[in-house]
């Protein structure tokens, strides 16, 4: 008999912080793997409130900028059968992004070493590993959805490359169609005030780009300084911290399904 062990791997920080990019590297490095996106639980335009100071709708709130409720049940399902509902609506497909290699070494020393262990729990445990890569631009700010990704990964990159960043992005996707830019000031009013309000708490003094991390919503967690790194080197730190996690996880006592 064999039992479906779904394991959620979180995967947040701040807009354009590089997440999507790292998700989808370990969606290919990790077999039977599926990728979440928080942005596609993002309310729909109408309900999006406007910011009573600048009189623009607020997408970073973090009370309204994800429809809370849908997104817990949502990582409940997976978590039970780890599978995406085939009518999910994805905004992904639609965003044009950057390349970031990762070298074939890694990328090839990863898979060999997650197969391997994919198919010994399989032959000696009986267990079916499935990954579900989560990521977010709120992903620890909710506490219960929080409590549901079991390896929890941090990007924090700083400020002035945020901002250029987010600049350089050619699209938003709203409801499946292409967004018009930011209006003026939107980054220095209410992107960046939403990410340190949100995050604030995670680091020493409330410094989000240099405060050592703090508290118990970053116990446990890998907070990442990817600005200063490769993506070939984020990918292979953050494999060895999955490869790390897995053995104890593994022996939680999880409810399985059988498959």
């Known amino acids: 008999m064999v039992h479906t062990r779904v394991i959620l791997i979180g995967v947040g920080g701040a807009t354009c912080a590089g ?21 596609d639980f993002g309310p729909s335009i109408e309900s999006v409130p406007v910011h009573p100071v600048y009189n623009v709708k607020d997408w970073d709130n973090p009370e309204s900028a994800i429809d809370w409720p849908r997104f817990r049940r949502f990582l409940e399902n997976v978590k039970q059968d780890g599978r995406i509902p085939p009518d999910h609506i994805r905004n992904d497909p639609y965003n044009e992004q950057k390349k970031f290699p990762v070298d074939e070494e890694c990328y090839a020393k990863w898979k ?7 198919r010994r729990a399989r032959e000696d445990h009986g267990v079916e590993i499935v990954w579900a890569l989560v990521d977010g631009f709120l992903l620890y700010w909710d506490q219960e959805s929080m409590d549901k990704i079991d390896i929890r990964i941090f990007l924090r990159v ?16 709203i409801d499946g169609s292409t967004w018009p830019p930011d209006p003026p000031l939107y980054w220095e009013r209410i992107a960046w ?6 995050h604030k708490d995670m680091f020493e ?6 405060g050592r991390p703090t508290g118990d919503r970053t116990r446990g967690m890998v ?14 730190r953050c494999c060895k911290e999955i490869a790390a996690s897995l053995h104890a996880l593994l022996q939680q006592g999880d409810p399985h399904h059988e498959t």
């Open 19 to 39: 997440k999507t990019t790292l998700a989808k590297h370990l969606c290919k490095i990790l077999p039977n793997s599926v990728i979440v996106h928080q942005d």
């Open 112 to 118: 060999s070493h997650f197969e391997e262990v994919e």
């Open 158 to 173: 700083q400020h002035d490359t945020l901002r250029e960043r987010r600049r350089e992005r050619d699209n938003h996707i």
């Open 193 to 198: 005030p939403g990410y340190v309000a949100a």
């Open 205 to 210: 003094n409330g410094d989000v780009e240099s």
């Open 223 to 236: 907070v990442l300084e990817n600005e200063k790194m490769s993506t070939t080197e984020v990918v292979d």
